[in-house]
């Protein structure tokens, strides 16, 4: 099957050749990625994270090692600070870790949810938001599915993204 062409992205939404976890902007910045509501973490995107810094996966696992005293759930986001101007969103937006008959583990509305929450965040601290693909890996969806979500939830809000593409 075909892949379809990409469309130019809209404005406030830049697409850069880059890692995620190193983001190329001046100010505060937010580096957003997908998590998982098994308290998985060890394959994709994560690894790169922990390579870098180790709150936020220390954080994710007590998050969800506690979660029945808080609000760990599919939709939820948690920020945690890892230099004076970054911080890395953990957002529960996948279902498992597996595709089966259910199809993949994303949930789009769980991302949407995410990012709604984010934004509120974003503009309070002054920050742009950095992420690679969200959804798109280990998740299994689409950036037709995700790219819309990030321009009615962040774009629209006045919130900048960076995507970065690696290849």
């Not at 709150?55 to 969800?64: F, G, L, Q, T």
Request: net charge positive; charged share 25%.
């Amino acid at each position: 099957m075909p892949v379809p062409p990409r469309l130019p992205p809209p404005a406030g939404l830049r697409i850069v050749r880059g890692d995620a976890t190193s983001p190329q902007a001046p100010g505060p910045k937010i580096i957003a990625h997908v998590c998982n509501n098994r308290g998985g973490w060890g394959k994709g995107f994560v690894l790169a994270l922990s390579r870098r810094w180790p709150e936020p996966e220390r954080d994710y696992r007590a998050w969800h090692r506690e979660r029945a005293r808080n609000d760990f759930a599919l939709g939820a986001v948690r920020l945690i600070r890892v230099r004076p101007d970054t911080w890395v969103a953990n957002m529960v937006a996948q279902h498992g870790t597996r595709r089966g008959s259910g199809g993949p583990p994303i949930r789009y509305e769980a991302v949407a949810s995410c990012l709604r929450a984010l934004a509120p965040r974003a503009l309070e601290l002054g920050a742009t938001v950095h992420m690679p693909r969200i959804g798109c890996g280990l998740a299994g969806g689409r950036w037709d599915r995700i790219q819309p979500l990030v321009e009615r939830e962040l774009l629209a809000r006045g919130v900048g993204v960076t995507v970065y593409d690696t290849d």
